[in-house]
């Protein structure tokens, strides 16, 4: 029981943090997760530990594996699941709760971002070393290339759906194959 209560702290926890931010109660978690406000302490012995415990888990969310291939395929379905993730509505309400609270847990904000976007960007970098090495990209630095393209991929969109500016003026799938198209007329030989 006592994992499966932890378990419901957590859900109740990550809905409440994403719906109030850091100012949620733990009074509404525990009443939310079906339990005692002591059971929250028994799992996490503070508020502050359990939104790091959401956060962590919120930002390793985001994780998205690159597949081998043909590199406009790949950098596609990257494109699109990391466009999904990062720009639908979870995304978006991850965003809104975690960056907030960066200059209060800046140990975590670090670790968060090694552990996400830093991850992303290393997995991604490599992936285009790789196709630099062969020959179906330039060669040039994989990083800045990897952050240019996750930066193309989310930028202006993330600020737009952070406004609620709902103009999208073509689908998802069409956006992020200009995208990718773009990037390679930069990085193809």
């Known amino acids: 029981m006592s994992i499966e209560n932890r378990q419901r702290v957590l859900k109740a926890a990550t809905d409440s943090f994403l719906a109030r931010g850091y100012s949620s ?66 995304g978006i309400a991850t965003f809104r709760t975690l960056v907030p609270t960066a200059a209060r847990f800046k140990a975590l904000a670090k670790a968060m971002y090694a552990n996400t976007a830093g991850e992303m960007v290393e997995r991604l970098s490599q992936h285009l070393e790789a196709a630099m090495k062969d020959g179906r990209l330039r ?3 994989p990083v800045l290339a990897a952050e ?42």
């Open 25 to 90: 109660s733990v009074d509404d978690i525990a009443r939310r997760a079906g339990v005692a406000k002591q059971t929250v302490y028994h799992h996490f012995p503070s508020k502050d530990r359990l939104f790091k415990e959401v956060a962590r888990d919120l930002a390793m969310s985001v994780l998205i594996e690159l597949e081998g291939g043909d590199i406009r395929a790949a950098l596609l379905r990257f494109a699109l699941a990391y466009r999904e993730r990062a720009l639908g509505a979870a």
């Open 148 to 189: 240019m393209l996750m930066s193309m991929l989310a930028g202006v969109d993330r600020v737009k759906r952070l406004f609620g500016v709902n103009e999208q003026r073509e689908s998802d799938t069409r956006r992020a194959g200009r995208i990718v198209d773009c990037f390679l007329r930069a990085y193809q030989k």
């Open 139 to 141: 060669r040039d630095d």
